[in-house]
């Protein structure tokens, strides 16, 4: 037994849900790749409530539509934005699930939670911090696998306003490897 969990993050089944994390990011990535032939970015996409996941990608027709041109001032804001990119779902079904399986367990543990004052507890925020490890983890093993086949897609884990910015760029290089985007992604953060 991890004594760094809590009561209630060890009741939670993260191998299960890891597991159907894995499913629809594979049902994404295909739904993606086959209805568009030039994505370039695809973002796993949480709040940080927990309370929805899912997938944000862009095209680069998309991009180019936004940003007007890639000499444009806007257009590296556009190309790694994800609240500006076109595709806002895919696998739908699979990450409903997933999401449903988060809030049943959050209403369930509600008292574990949440204060009197319904502000979230440290219970909470480690069980959110051990799912969002999860989300990281499985996101990064999907992409040494699957996401070799797709070279020309740059992954990330995006939660609005919750990452620092040294975070999101630490995150932005564990899951890619072409060291321009990665430069590029970094310089729209300032670090």
């Not at 295909?30 to 949480?46: G, K, Q």
Request: net charge negative; hydrophobic share 35%.
């Amino acid at each position: 037994m991890d004594m760094g969990k809590t009561k209630a993050a060890q009741e939670f089944d993260f191998e299960e849900w890891q597991e159907g994390l894995h499913v629809a990011l594979v049902q994404a990535l295909t739904e993606l790749t086959e209805e568009y032939d030039e994505v370039y970015a695809v973002s796993l996409m949480a709040s940080s409530d927990l309370w929805s996941f899912g997938i944000a990608a862009n095209t680069k027709s998309y991009l180019l539509e936004q940003a007007g041109s890639e000499q444009s001032e806007d257009y590296c804001y556009y190309k790694y934005a994800e609240e500006e990119w076109g595709i806002m779902e895919a696998a739908s079904e699979e990450f409903e699930d997933l999401a449903d399986a988060v809030r049943n367990y959050l209403e369930e543990h509600s008292d574990d939670f949440t204060d009197e004052d319904y502000c979230f507890t440290e219970e909470y925020q480690a069980f959110r911090d051990e799912l969002f490890g999860t989300c990281l983890r499985t996101l990064r093993d999907f992409v040494k696998k699957e996401g070799t086949q797709y070279p020309q897609i740059c992954w990330n884990f995006y939660v609005r306003e919750f990452f620092e910015a040294e975070d999101m760029a630490e995150i932005y290089r564990l899951l890619n490897q072409n060291e321009t985007a990665v430069e590029e992604f970094c310089s729209t953060l300032d670090v």
